[in-house]
């Protein structure tokens, strides 16, 4: 048990989540997987292939190449997608990040299988898991990568194998100018923004190392055309089925549980730290406006450090730390309106407006300003608010807590445009068709 639980690709990972998401959720990651080991239940799937094959990381295919070079097998003549019809997309990815994860990765996959095409995916440290995946397929998609020993393994084995290789991005990691002008992170601090700066290097190697890359937002595309010369295409993200199955049972235990109630209160959702520089592009807004009543309750979802809000503010503020997806749409729904500030930034010009969807599937109306991609999903006055300056926070909040009903109206449009025009619909909007060519052709 020692062996399986103190393994180099193990600490890796630890070390990954603690950088993403807090020394709090890594270890309870760890103690997870700690007692699913211990009951017997941890293994991977692949396990039994692996346990003859020491742990090699980037290695770990030298010896078959070697075989393959000696015997003359090494070169495949066609593409797999050239000499067959069917299509099977081996996705490899870093998902760490649950709701990367979700978006990028677990939906894409659902897209995909509902168009009949196989996906695969796998975490690009499960090296056994990812080398398997490789093997029969005919596309190669990677998310979110970096330059490592695995990865620059993966594209060998993939350009062995004559396999069109995409890369996928939600944010401009790759970027030193948007990281060195991201108010976020003046929160996270110098030693972690030094880190990821020394880090973008790595992935613009990926990306330029690809056939096309794909991101989730035009303002994502227009910046990395700056650095990287390959075709730059869109994908955004959606609510896929399950979000709006998740949704629509969080809707139904809110209204049961809110009926009646005569407080207005407004979700401020943080995925990530150091967003609470955006919080305070608006603080002073949200104090007025809390201010106005006894009954309007600010609600924090996820990571935010209470001790930046002002001392009058914090005995006002509800939280709730993120502990999954449904447990998360099931606060968002018990609120009245969601507000998403953003400092104005290059890095966050890229953001998607994920958030927003979120709030739509449990319709709960979203105030958002016009930073990222987010005011091109909101439909002014119908399905949320665009907000901007000093100022317009608190009035277009007091606007909708003075009206109730009108603002679950609002909610009401917000769902139903999720589910029409936000969905995972393959309409251009949503994923340029290069992208299904790229797959389907």
Same mark, same amino acid.
């Not at 055309?225 to 390959?230: G, N, Q, V």
């Not at 106005?292 to 914090?314: C, E, Y």
């Not at 606007?399 to 999720?418: E, I, W």
């Given at each position: 048990?020692?062996?399986?639980?103190?393994?180099?690709?193990? $600490?890796?990972?630890?070390?990954?989540?603690?950088?993403?998401?807090?020394?709090?959720?890594?270890?309870?990651? *760890?103690?997870?997987?700690?007692?699913?080991?211990?009951?017997?239940?941890?293994?991977?799937?692949?396990?039994?292939? *692996?346990?003859?094959?020491?742990?090699?990381?980037?290695?770990? @295919?030298?010896?078959?190449?070697?075989?393959?070079?000696?015997? =003359?097998?090494?070169?495949?003549?066609?593409?797999?997608?050239?000499?067959?019809?069917?299509?099977?997309?081996?996705?490899?990815?870093?998902?760490?990040?649950?709701?990367?994860?979700?978006?990028?990765?677990?939906? $894409?996959?659902?897209?995909?299988?509902?168009?009949?095409?196989?996906?695969?995916?796998?975490?690009?440290?499960?090296?056994?898991?990812?080398?398997?995946?490789?093997?029969?397929?005919?596309?190669?998609?990677?998310?979110?990568?970096?330059?490592?020993?695995?990865?620059?393994?993966?594209?060998?084995?993939?350009?062995?194998?004559?396999?069109?290789? @995409?890369?996928?991005? =939600?944010?401009?990691?790759?970027?030193?100018?948007?990281?060195?002008?991201?108010?976020?992170?003046?929160?996270?601090?110098?030693?972690?923004?030094?880190?990821?700066?020394?880090?973008?290097?790595?992935? $613009?190697?990926?990306?330029?190392?690809?056939?096309?890359?794909?991101?989730?937002?035009?303002?994502?595309?227009?910046?990395?055309?700056?650095?990287?010369?390959?075709?730059?295409?869109?994908?955004?993200?959606?609510?896929?089925?399950?979000?709006?199955?998740?949704?629509?049972?969080?809707? *139904?235990?809110?209204?049961?549980?809110?009926?009646?109630?005569?407080?207005?209160?407004?979700?401020?959702?943080?995925?990530?730290?150091?967003?609470?520089? =955006?919080?305070?592009?608006?603080?002073?807004?949200?104090?007025?406006?809390?201010?106005?009543?006894?009954?309007?309750?600010?609600?924090?979802?996820?990571?935010?450090?209470?001790?930046?809000?002002?001392?009058?503010?914090?005995?006002?503020?509800?939280?709730?730390?993120?502990?999954?997806?449904?447990?998360?749409?099931?606060?968002?729904?018990?609120?009245?309106?969601?507000?998403?500030?953003?400092? =104005?930034?290059?890095?966050?010009?890229?953001?998607?407006?994920?958030?927003?969807?979120?709030?739509?599937?449990?319709?709960?109306?979203?105030?958002?300003?016009?930073?990222?991609?987010?005011?091109?999903?909101?439909?002014?006055?119908?399905?949320?608010?665009?907000?901007?300056?000093?100022?317009?926070?608190?009035?277009? $909040?007091?606007?909708?807590?003075?009206?109730?009903?009108?603002?679950?109206?609002?909610?009401?449009?917000?769902?139903?445009?999720?589910?029409?025009?936000?969905?995972?619909?393959?309409?251009?909007?949503?994923?340029?068709?290069?992208?299904?060519?790229?797959?389907?052709?």
């Amino acid at each position: 048990m020692i062996n399986a639980l103190f393994r180099w690709s193990l $600490l890796r990972k630890f070390c990954a989540t603690v950088q993403h998401e807090g020394l709090a959720h890594a270890l309870e990651k *760890a103690r997870i997987y700690t007692t699913m080991i211990w009951r017997g239940t941890g293994r991977s799937a692949v396990s039994s292939i *692996a346990s003859d094959v020491p742990e090699q990381g980037g290695h770990y @295919l030298t010896g078959t190449w070697r075989m393959l070079a000696q015997s =003359d097998a090494f070169h495949v003549t066609r593409a797999p997608a050239v000499q067959s019809r069917r299509r099977k997309i081996a996705l490899i990815g870093d998902l760490n990040l649950p709701q990367c994860r979700k978006y990028r990765v677990e939906q $894409l996959a659902q897209f995909w299988r509902g168009r009949n095409v196989e996906v695969v995916f796998a975490h690009y440290q499960d090296v056994p898991r990812c080398v398997h995946a490789l093997q029969d397929t005919t596309h190669l998609m990677e998310y979110r990568l970096t330059a490592t020993a695995e990865t620059t393994m993966y594209r060998y084995e993939a350009r062995r194998l004559r396999l069109p290789v @995409l890369y996928d991005l =939600d944010d401009p990691l790759f970027s030193v100018s948007a990281y060195e002008g991201y108010c976020n992170m003046k929160v996270v601090g110098p030693a972690l923004q030094a880190q990821f700066v020394a880090q973008a290097p790595g992935y $613009l190697d990926m990306m330029n190392g690809a056939d096309i890359v794909s991101v989730s937002t035009p303002a994502l595309a227009q910046h990395a055309a700056f650095y990287c010369p390959r075709p730059i295409y869109l994908r955004r993200n959606f609510a896929d089925q399950s979000t709006l199955k998740s949704g629509q049972q969080a809707m *139904a235990l809110a209204m049961k549980k809110r009926a009646g109630s005569a407080q207005f209160r407004v979700a401020f959702a943080s995925g990530s730290q150091g967003h609470e520089a =955006d919080f305070d592009v608006i603080r002073d807004d949200v104090i007025a406006f809390l201010d106005g009543a006894d009954t309007r309750v600010l609600v924090l979802l996820g990571h935010f450090d209470k001790s930046r809000l002002p001392a009058a503010l914090r005995a006002r503020v509800e939280v709730h730390e993120f502990s999954g997806y449904a447990s998360y749409l099931h606060h968002l729904a018990q609120t009245d309106c969601a507000i998403m500030p953003l400092a =104005d930034d290059m890095f966050n010009r890229c953001k998607s407006a994920a958030r927003v969807l979120d709030a739509a599937a449990v319709g709960v109306p979203a105030i958002v300003g016009s930073v990222s991609d987010m005011a091109q999903v909101v439909v002014p006055e119908t399905t949320g608010v665009i907000a901007d300056g000093a100022g317009a926070w608190c009035a277009a $909040l007091n606007r909708l807590a003075h009206d109730k009903s009108a603002t679950r109206a609002m909610g009401r449009a917000a769902r139903k445009a999720v589910e029409t025009r936000w969905s995972g619909k393959a309409m251009p909007h949503m994923i340029a068709p290069e992208l299904l060519d790229w797959v389907q052709g």
